[in-house]
């Protein structure tokens, strides 16, 4: 807007430049006109003066020649007198006078019309120049109308301009003023806050004092308690080792006391192991004198029925016996072997059930039955192949008879180891009865020493366990005093966050204070700068209002240079600021707002003015 404002001043002031300019040279052609028109209408006077006394010559020579004639034909009537010949002399010599007046008067003539033709021709130029005037003029006169309509929309710009910034100024007068009050407000507030501030710096100093007195006080408690709680630590820490050791030992006695309860257990274990193997070996032994007395009977029986057999044998074909003596044999083979190996296995399973258990012997008699009952069941197989083919055995009955006694010898063997193994087994078991009843000896003796061990150990764990309690009540009171630390160090940093707290607001208060004469000294700065923007437009519009278009009459020098004007060296109007300069001092165009878009010639200070 306020370079708006320059330009439309600019072209407000070029166009009043040339206007006057305007105006002057129009005022000067016209004063020119008026000077030509009189001149024109005093060489008219003269033409017409000069024609008058030409039309009187004429006449007069007219006449003269007349009279010339007149007194020639009076000559040639025969020349009266002399008279009349001085007379005629003399006209003559007016006549030639007369003549060489009018010749001169023609020649005059001829210079005036030259001159009226030359004045003519000035007078059309000029009449020309004049209506091209009147008409620049009316154009000068519609454009000075139409720049003061725009000088007035300029100025009433102008004024709302000024009055805007005088708005603006006011309005910045007025935020001067609040600033100014919110200064002395902050002034004040400031004022207020360092008091505050220092108020409050006294109290941190006292705070913090106090705060140090307690910070002394409860490093010298903290010490103190750090003091107690290491003796407590001590203390405890030997009891803990105390209470490490006992309960090492109490867990070694009681791990004693597990494997030797697991010993007597398994003693226990071992003596009804041994109870039950013995009376397995009891029932065994019995089972087997009862099985050989079953097999005695057996034997009798079948000794009896193989009697029985070999009688009915004999009567029946000797057809069969061939072919079934071999499967008698075989299985008479089989029939021993199988008891042969019943023995043996019932002398091994003797010799092993000291380490086999009542399951493996409760599975060797069930298969021992079995076999039994397969012998048995092959036996009544037998006896009735016996009954069917008596016959057939009648040969092998010696041989038999011989293998049963060879069978009753080898039971009675077996019966006499038997004898041997039960004498043994009991040797054994009274000597294991024996260990047990010393190691049970043993086992109280060491109970009732574990008991005592315990009785001192529990008493032992009473003591540390009240040792344990002081401990928990120390450990409960240098918690209060670590709690009771925590509330008076949050109080501190509570303190310290609120100093800190004031100590920013005080920085803030500081800053905005800054900001706010900043702020001040800125509007400040920018009223001053507006003001001398304001009085610089008021002398640029002085300047330019005092601009006016210089009479030629008025200046006999140029303005920069101070060279008088001569014939040579003539004056040129400056078309922006009107002044009168020479040639080389206005030399320069440039295109003048007021006229049209064409450069015009202008002075070398509003050539930069202009062009800058």
Known sequence: NQTQIEQLQQTNIQLNNELEQRKQFNDKLSNDLQIEQKQTNSYRNQIESLTNEIHELEKTLNELQNEKNQLIQTKFDGDENDERQNFVRQITQEKNQYEQQIKEFRIQIKQINNERQQIQDEFDHVSKQYSQITYEKNQLENDQTRLNHE???????????????????????????????QYTNIEANFQKANEYN???????????????????????????????????????????????????????????????????????????????????????????????????????????NLLTI???????????????????????????????????????????????????????????????????????KLMKEYQEQKQNFEIQSGELNHKLLQVSESSSNATQSLDLQREKYEKQINSLEYELESRTKKHEMQLSALTENLATVRSELRTTNEKLSNVEQIKSEKTDIEARLIVSQDERRVLLERSLANENKYEKLIFENNQITKKNIELESALQEIAREYQVLQIQTNTLNQRRWLNDDDVHACRKCDQIFTVTQRKHHCRNCGNIFCDNCSSKTAVVAASSKKPQRVCDQCYKDLTS
Do not use: C, P
């Not at 300029?154 to 009050?181: F, G």
């Not at 199988?338 to 012997?361: A, G, P, R, W, Y």
């Open 310 to 380: 070999i009688e009915q044998a004999e009567q029946e074909s000797h057809t069969i016996r061939a072919q079934t003596l071999e499967q008698i044999r075989e299985e008479f083979t089989n029939y021993l072997t199988i008891v042969h190996t019943i023995i043996t296995d019932s002398k091994t399973k003797f010799e092993k059930q000291t380490e086999i258990d009542n399951s493996k012997l409760l599975e060797q008699q069930q298969q021992t039955e079995k076999q039994l009952n397969t012998v048995k069941h092959e036996y009544d």
């Open 151 to 181: 000088i007035d929309l300029l100025r009433k710009q102008l004024d709302d301009n000024n009055k805007d910034k005088e708005q603006q100024i006011n309005e910045l007068k007025h935020e001067l003023s609040t600033v100014r009050k």
């Open 198 to 304: 220092n108020n409050q710096k006294q109290e941190i100093e006292r705070l913090k004092n106090d705060l140090t007195e307690q910070n002394h006080r409860l490093e010298h408690e903290k010490n103190e308690l750090k003091q107690t709680i290491n003796q407590y630590e001590l203390i405890s820490t030997e009891i803990e080792l105390q209470l490490t050791t006992i309960q090492n030992e109490k867990n070694n006695i009681e791990q004693q006391l597990q494997t030797q309860q697991q010993i007597i257990e398994q003693l226990n274990m071992k003596l009804d192991q041994k109870d039950d193997y013995i009376k397995r070996l009891s029932a065994g032994i019995h089972r087997a004198h009862k099985i050989y007395q079953n097999l005695q009977q057996n034997i009798h029986a079948n000794q009896m």
